[in-house]
Structures are given as C-alpha cells and as structure tokens.
C-alpha cells in the first residue's frame, strides 16, 4: 500500500466491518473485552498502515488454518478499547455489526465499573 496514503477511519470501519469481531474472553476468573481482526496474509501492508493511522501497539500474528496463512490483531488492553477501537467504530458500522458492536461496547462500560472496583477490594 502507498504509505503517502492514509485510510479514513470511515474507510477503516467500512473495511473492518466484515473481518472484525467484538467478543469477551474469559481469562481466569474474569471475561475480557477482545477485538480481533483477521485478515488473509496478502493484506500485511493495509493491516499495517491501519495498526498505524490507529497508533495500536499490539502485534499482528500470523498463523495458517487450512492451508491458508492468515494474519490477527487482537486488542485487548482497556486504553486502546476505550481510546481507539470503540471511537474508530462507533457510529461507522450498520446492519448486524452496528449491533454487535453496540452491544460490546455497552457491555464494556458496564463492565468497566467493575474492573475498577475490583482492583481497589
């Protein structure tokens, strides 16, 4: 991809919309937020300029599933949800992914007390 040229974020979520999931995973005693991208090996150069224009520090995996290499990005550290991911799609999906997004992220912020209280028990 040209680097001189910098996605939109409209662009980004547009894009996104289909690959991307908005799930929780449980991680010991608690459930997680994760967003995970994945993307087939030939897009490393737009996942890149995206992990980018975002600022996201996360490491983009590769692994192969069917004789297909695949790339994944998984986000899940509470400032980059809260600060990149969730502006970067809000208000920018529609259809079935507007909604499991909206349900993620008000999942998240209800979550989210309790991430703060629980560390201060």
């Given at each position: ?22 799930m ?42 069917k ?47 309790n ?7």
């Amino acid at each position: 991809m040209n680097s001189l040229i910098s996605p939109s974020l409209d662009f980004i979520a547009g894009f996104f919309s289909t690959g991307a999931t908005f799930m929780w995973v449980k991680q010991k005693n608690l459930k997680v937020p994760v967003f995970q991208i994945k993307m087939q090996i030939s897009d490393r150069d737009l996942l890149e300029t995206v992990k980018l224009k975002l600022g996201l520090k996360e490491k983009i995996y590769e692994y192969k599933y069917k004789n297909t290499n695949y790339l994944l990005l998984l986000v899940r550290k509470r400032s980059s949800i809260e600060n990149v991911i969730i502006p970067t799609f809000d208000g920018r999906l529609f259809g079935n992914k507007a909604i499991q997004f909206e349900n993620w992220k008000n999942k998240y912020y209800q979550e989210k007390l309790n991430f703060v209280y629980k560390h201060y028990r």
